[in-house]
């Protein structure tokens, strides 16, 4: 399906589960959808029940040329005019100290979180351009605090705090905003991963609700047009308590 001319564009990356599923929900009223997501089955699940939507499938970790991600986005751009809000979801989490953790967690680390994140906004910036979008980059508490046994994954989160703050002062004169979103834990897939890691109970009450990060992103994308929401910090209340 190809974008809806009377819709504005959101493209999610990491649209099928998670963060990124859930802004997907809350754009669907208002957007044609792009659903990004590395299985083709799972984004189909998703898109065909949106008001307006289609998908973008790609493996994220493969950014070579003329690999999976190249491909899909050398696709999408003949389909869209336009793009409003480009949502980047989708992340990766290796954890282990760096004693521990071999070469391909780092390497799986900056290149789904970081690289893959310049290529896919490369490829859209002359539709972001168009409509004087927005890019929100779903960050991560990580990314502004690095901790122990999480080395990969913080490197990967600050090194992607560095690309969008280059790109919001890069993208001003052409009118495009930048948001980098950093939620501390949230009640995920990826935070039973993590908590599994760690082994420690599950208590989903310790950690942010999904819809209080998409009540964040809601912010950044309705600020008025004279205004960015450069970076939001969303943790849970009382989260410095629930620390070990």
């Not at 168009?130 to 991560?140: C, F, H, I, K, T």
């Not at 890069?170 to 009640?187: A, F, I, K």
């Not at 047009?225 to 620390?243: C, H, K, N, T």
Request: charged share 20%.
């Amino acid at each position: 399906m190809t974008a809806a001319p009377d819709r504005p564009v959101a493209v999610v990356t990491g649209g099928t589960r998670g963060i990124g599923l859930a802004i997907v929900r809350d754009l669907a009223a208002t957007h044609h959808v792009v659903v990004g997501g590395r299985s083709a089955d799972a984004v189909d699940r998703v898109a065909s029940v949106l008001p307006s939507g289609s998908g973008l499938v790609a493996d994220l970790g493969d950014c070579s040329p003329g690999g999976s991600l190249d491909r899909a986005l050398n696709e999408i751009v003949k389909r869209l005019d336009r793009v409003d809000v480009l949502v980047h979801s989708a992340g990766v989490l290796r954890s282990g100290t760096v004693a521990q953790s071999p070469a391909s967690d780092w390497l799986e680390s900056m290149t789904v979180n970081v690289v893959a994140v310049a290529m896919v906004t490369r490829a859209l910036l002359p539709a972001l351009r168009r409509s004087r979008g927005l890019v929100l980059a779903v960050n991560s508490g990580s990314g502004l605090v690095s901790g122990a046994s999480s080395g990969a994954y913080c490197a990967s989160k600050f090194a992607l705090r560095a690309l969008t703050d280059a790109l919001r002062e890069e993208e001003r004169s052409h009118g495009v905003r930048v948001t980098s979103l950093h939620p501390g834990r949230v009640d995920t897939d990826m935070q039973h991963e993590l908590v599994e890691f760690e082994g420690a109970d599950y208590d989903a009450d310790a950690y942010l609700d999904v819809e209080s990060v998409v009540q964040a992103a809601r912010f950044a994308m309705h600020a008025p047009a004279g205004a960015s929401v450069d970076m939001l910090s969303v943790r849970p209340r009382g989260w410095r308590e629930r620390q070990p």
